[in-house]
């Protein structure tokens, strides 16, 4: 089993930065691909990004290209996803997740474990 817990979100102007981070907890986090997701009301999960096993390999979905970025630490089991020049579209329920997957994956299906979620709200 593997415990994910995301930082806070929060609000932030349009333009603004904000950077969450995802703490695991439990089996060895190294040996897990992470991402995050996001969900807006109404929508479907959508894919932000992912990183490998060691960070060697990073995938980004369109709408993070750019302005996010997703590192990770392995000596502190957390991974960060640094969001940077917000818009308001942005606003969602952002989802770090686990998976065991050694290849890039952005379907939700192949992530085995999830945090329970964290709003960020981007106001215009």
């Known amino acids: 089993q593997v415990q994910l817990v995301e930082s806070e979100g929060g609000l932030v102007q349009a333009g603004g930065s904000l950077r969450l981070s995802c703490a695991a907890s439990?089996?060895?986090?190294?040996?897990?691909?992470m991402g995050w997701f996001r969900q807006a009301p109404g929508k479907e999960r959508e894919f932000v990004a992912t990183?490998?096993?060691?960070?060697?390999?990073?995938y980004y979905g369109d709408s993070a290209k750019g302005r996010f970025t997703i590192s990770r630490d392995n000596a502190k089991n957390t991974v960060y996803l640094q969001m940077n020049s917000l818009k308001p579209e942005d606003t969602a329920v952002y989802y770090c997740?686990?998976?065991?997957?050694?290849?890039?994956?952005?379907?939700?299906?192949?992530?085995?474990?999830w945090g329970q979620g964290t709003q960020v709200t981007v106001s215009s």
């Open positions: 439990g089996r060895t986090f190294s040996s897990y691909r």
């Open positions: 997740a686990a998976s065991s997957e050694a290849t890039i994956t952005h379907r939700p299906h192949n992530y085995d474990y």
């Open positions: 990183i490998s096993q060691t960070g060697g390999s990073i």
